[in-house]
């Protein structure tokens, strides 16, 4: 899980991209390009094409109830996030490859929904910016049963959820989001829970 921290004076512009790995010669210049070489021996998914594709919307879970892992308490909800100074914090503690790819490939005032994971109730809380700022609480929170109801119906139906990572992909931790799937899901808040 994700372990947000309080970004350090005098870190890195948050716009200048943290590359790991290879670095790859262009056959024209002989220089190093910023490419990194994909190292993953799995092949490209839905999740990665839609990264390629320009996702300006995210999903980001993180754990709102104490659980320690390695010494440290791996807490951090919506509330923690708020009570940052200025909202703002880094987002950090992410060991699945596609995920950190994914973090990577984020810039400056995309959208996320805050997502409390592995906790008694499960689901979107807020929303934020990503280099992360907490923007808003949810009108109400919109739990994981309800989610998956809709998932199941879009499955069968064609809506805006049928493919989406929360439920493809289940345990990666930040994931890409459509803006279909950004959308309807902000419609939800307005809605009584079904």
Same mark, same amino acid.
């Given at each position: ?5 309080? =970004? ?86 992410? =060991? ?7 973090? =990577? ?90």
């Amino acid at each position: 899980m994700p372990r947000p921290r309080k =970004r350090l004076a005098g870190t890195a512009d948050p716009d200048k991209k943290r590359l790991s790995g290879k670095r790859t010669k262009t056959e024209n210049s002989g220089e190093a390009s910023p490419q990194v070489e994909n190292s993953s021996p799995q092949n490209t998914s839905s999740s990665e094409i839609c990264v390629k594709n320009l996702s300006r919307y995210w999903l980001m879970k993180s754990e709102p109830e104490s659980r320690i892992e390695k010494g440290v308490d791996v807490k951090f909800g919506i509330e923690d996030l708020k009570a940052q100074p200025k909202h703002t914090t880094c987002w950090d503690g992410i =060991r699945n490859y596609q995920a950190r790819n994914f973090l =990577r490939a984020m810039k400056l005032e995309e959208e996320a929904f805050f997502y409390h994971s592995n906790c008694k109730e499960p689901g979107i809380a807020g929303l934020m910016k990503v280099d992360v700022q907490f923007v808003r609480m949810m009108k109400r929170f919109i739990p994981l049963a309800e989610l998956k109801t809709y998932h199941q119906a879009h499955k069968a139906t064609g809506g805006p959820l049928k493919n989406m990572t929360l439920f493809t992909r289940q345990r990666l931790s930040v994931q890409p989001l459509t803006k279909e799937e950004f959308d309807f899901i902000l419609s939800l808040e307005k809605k009584e829970p079904s």
